[in-house]
């Protein structure tokens, strides 16, 4: 489960999920649905393998490095990414990232993501098991 929060000029992402991988494929849903109105109109239509190389104990790092990567990939190749088979692991993240080029007969821009930041980035565990993530976006 992701939403959103107002922050300043920025939008923040906060997601809760009772897995870390949950984790990192809630935020790509949501990255999603801050890029556009209507992430349910993507298709999974093509498909990128993603590696992401980790560092033990630097899991906020690595989400910062994954939704980077899914920023990247929009501003070079138009790439809206709908659906995710993810494995977090101390290694990194290795990610099948399925969606369609961004199409503006189809998809509705909501907001133009200039960069993932590192202000107030969390990923922690909370009491109980669950998993808490934070992300500050600059549109």
């Not at 980077?68 to 099948?96: H, P, Q, S, W």
């Not at 080029?101 to 922690?124: C, M, N, Q, W």
Request: hydrophobic content about 45%; some cysteine.
């Amino acid at each position: 489960m992701f939403e959103t929060f107002a922050h300043t000029a920025d939008l923040g992402l906060r997601v809760r999920a009772p897995e870390l991988t949950a984790v990192f494929e809630d935020a790509a849903q949501g990255f999603l649905a801050v890029l556009i109105d209507n992430p349910e109109e993507v298709a999974a239509v093509e498909e990128r393998e993603i590696a992401i190389q980790g560092v033990a104990g630097k899991v906020d790092d690595l989400l910062f490095d994954w939704l980077n990567e899914l920023l990247y990939l929009f501003e070079t190749d138009r790439m809206l990414f709908c659906d995710f088979d993810i494995t977090v692991d101390e290694a990194g993240l290795k990610a099948t990232a399925r969606g369609e080029r961004f199409d503006p007969s189809r998809h509705h821009a909501a907001h133009e993501i200039k960069a993932i930041t590192y202000h107030g980035l969390k990923v922690a565990q909370e009491e109980g098991g669950d998993w808490l993530a934070e992300v500050i976006v600059d549109i």
